[in-house]
Structure formats: C-alpha cells, structure tokens
C-alpha cells in the first residue's frame, strides 16, 4: 500500500524524494570546456563525475593544448544529438556551480 502513496505523495508535493530525480529537456549553446556546457537558458552545468582537463593545460607534445582536445571531444558527443539534451540536476560542487548529468 505504502509503495503506491509514496511516490503518488511525492508527485502532488513535487519532492524528489519520493518520486527519483527528473529528467528535463534542455539544449546546450556551446561548450566552455571538456566537463562545463552552457545551456540555452544561460545556467552553466558542470557535468558530475567527470574530471576535464583544464584550458591552457599542457600534454607531452610541444603545442597542444589538452583542455582544448577535452572541449572539442564533449562537442563532438553531442554533435548528432543536435545538443538536444535531457538533464539530471544533482546539485552543487563546493564552489556553489550547478552539478548534472547529461543524457542524450
């Protein structure tokens, strides 16, 4: 009985707590960098779990740049999506920037 009204609870009240985090349609404007997009709606969402490197950041080879190499491979993935997204927002880093999950 209790599984039913739980979640049936959670929907009239919008917590996410009974009812599991919400996928929401989004679209990305442009990428800053390999784990940092811009959404149409102008929030900056750092991707959860996903550790970049950062721009400026040198590799072995003279003259390249791995941050630049990290934010051209997040536009790649999401070039055939269009940057039609859905997103999962699970909250804050210690410095206050919005975390998510992105999903195509």
Request: aromatic fraction near 10%; proline fraction near 0%.
């Given at each position: 009985m209790y599984r039913l009204l739980w979640p049936l609870w959670g929907l009239f009240f919008h917590w996410e707590i009974f009812t599991g985090p919400r996928l929401v349609p989004a679209r990305v404007s442009r990428v800053l960098d390999g784990d940092t997009v811009v959404l149409a709606s102008g929030r900056h969402v750092r991707l959860a779990g996903v550790d970049a490197p950062e721009l400026g950041q040198p590799t072995r080879s003279p003259q390249k740049d791995a941050g630049v190499f990290a934010r051209r491979c997040l536009e790649h993935i999401l070039a055939p999506s269009k940057r039609q997204?859905?997103?999962?927002i699970q909250g804050q880093?210690?410095?206050?920037?919005?975390?998510g999950a992105l999903f195509l």
């Open positions: 997204v859905r997103i999962r880093d210690i410095y206050r920037r919005t975390l």
